[in-house]
């Protein structure tokens, strides 16, 4: 998305000003849900958007401020709009995990699957035992691209001190 002459809509998403995106000064992410505000302008130019946004991270619930500094550029007779949106959809994901338990088998199945439930609102749809080995089928939606929840669920295994044999996310 290019160039928006189009107020921001209420919806999950990152957003730009002159191509920078907007982050949250509390917890960097930058997920946010604009809402437009009324500002009372006095004697307002000519030209000048009052547009004013007060955006919410869909983190940690901090409320981002701006305006629409957009403008129209004169010399070379157009207008420069700041403001784009790309909005975010939240993606529905099936994850197959093989770990290694060894012997604390019962211990860290259950530490893994309540963190996973947790952490990505996963559903378990099964959950195989082997010897030593656990094959776990889950699934779960957010706004992620695979290649981000694989790194996740990788990291959140790694706490947890859980080898991960394979992974696959569709
Ligand atoms: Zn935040």
Known sequence: MTGMDESLLPQKSRITIFNKLVICRFCSNDVFIPYEVIV???QP????HHVRYAAICQYCGEVKHFGDPSYYDAEKGNYIWALNQFL???????VKILFYVGKRKQDKKTIFINKLMQDFGAEIENVKEFKEEVLLQIRFSDLNDIQTNKIRIMSCAKRLNIYVK????K
Do not use: A, P
């Not at 130019?45 to 000048?48: A, H, K, L, Q, R």
């Open 166 to 169: 394979e992974l696959t996310i």
């Open 88 to 94: 975010l959809s939240v993606k529905k994901y099936r």
């Open 40 to 42: 009372n302008v006095e």
């Open 45 to 48: 130019g000519i030209g000048v």
